[in-house]
């Protein structure tokens, strides 16, 4: 079985700062993705960002970026230029997947992150 | 991106009655489905994993009699908690999958479940 832990449970920043929100995971697997969700005050579930392992190279998307250090099995999140709708919870999050499909999504426990004005 | 649709989004039942949440995925097909619970400020957790004309496969310790899940086509499936109890209270999310990209998830609205 795999878990994921985020070590932060709780993060404040100033608006357009650059926070990290960390995020270990362990695993026996090969194949496998990681994530970060986001879930505002809604609890609608938002996919922040995605990472292959087979992938070296680190996902990023405009302002969200991440350190996926695989040895070391760390998948950490940077928000650059943080602004105040990036107030949430984050979830980082582990699938495992093979040939006849994937499994369902093992979460951390949540950084709730919030961006002060 | 691709449309889960769950109802309801708030549902109050009286203690042991049974409760039915919907998740429909709108604009595509999903042979997988997955149903999480998700207790106040506290993570996710995968409860079962239901696939299009076959049985939910629980997770430990999830009481399969007592979360009902149905997955009779590939746009529908449903949890129906039976014979609820003030524990049961929770937010209830489920997540979508298509055949061609297991590897995003779309997420419904989730089902605030009140057992009084």
């Known amino acids: 079985a795999q878990t994921v832990t985020q070590s932060q449970p709780e993060m404040s920043v100033q608006e357009a700062e650059t926070v990290t929100l960390s995020c270990t995971y362990d695993?026996?697997?090969?194949?496998?993705?990681l994530f970060w969700y986001k879930q505002p005050p809604s609890r609608q579930m938002i996919l922040v960002i995605r990472q292959e392992a087979y992938k070296q190279q680190n996902a990023t998307e405009n302002r969200f970026s991440v350190n996926f250090q695989k040895a070391a099995k760390s998948f950490s999140l940077k928000i650059s230029d943080s602004q105040l709708g990036d107030t949430a919870m984050y979830f980082c999050a582990f699938m495992r997947y093979s040939g006849g499909g994937a499994d369902g999504l093992t979460f951390g426990k949540g950084t709730h992150l919030i961006i002060q004005p | 991106g691709a449309v889960v649709s769950q109802h309801p989004s708030r549902v109050i039942c009286k203690s042991g009655t049974s409760v039915k949440i919907e998740c429909r995925s709108l604009d595509f097909q999903a042979t997988t489905m997955f149903w999480y619970r998700q207790f106040p400020k506290q993570s996710l957790m995968l409860m079962a994993t239901?696939?299009?004309?076959?049985?939910?496969?629980?997770e430990q310790g999830v009481e399969k009699d007592k979360f009902l899940i149905n997955h009779a086509s590939l746009t529908l499936s449903t949890l129906t908690v039976t014979s609820a109890h003030p524990e049961d209270s929770s937010f209830y999310i489920c997540?979508?999958?298509?055949?061609?990209?297991?590897?995003?998830?779309?997420f419904g609205q989730g089902t605030r479940l009140t057992v009084v």
């Open positions: 239901s696939n299009e004309g076959s049985k939910a496969t629980y």
């Open positions: 695993t026996s697997e090969n194949n496998y993705y």
């Open positions: 997540s979508a999958r298509q055949t061609t990209a297991v590897f995003e998830a779309f």
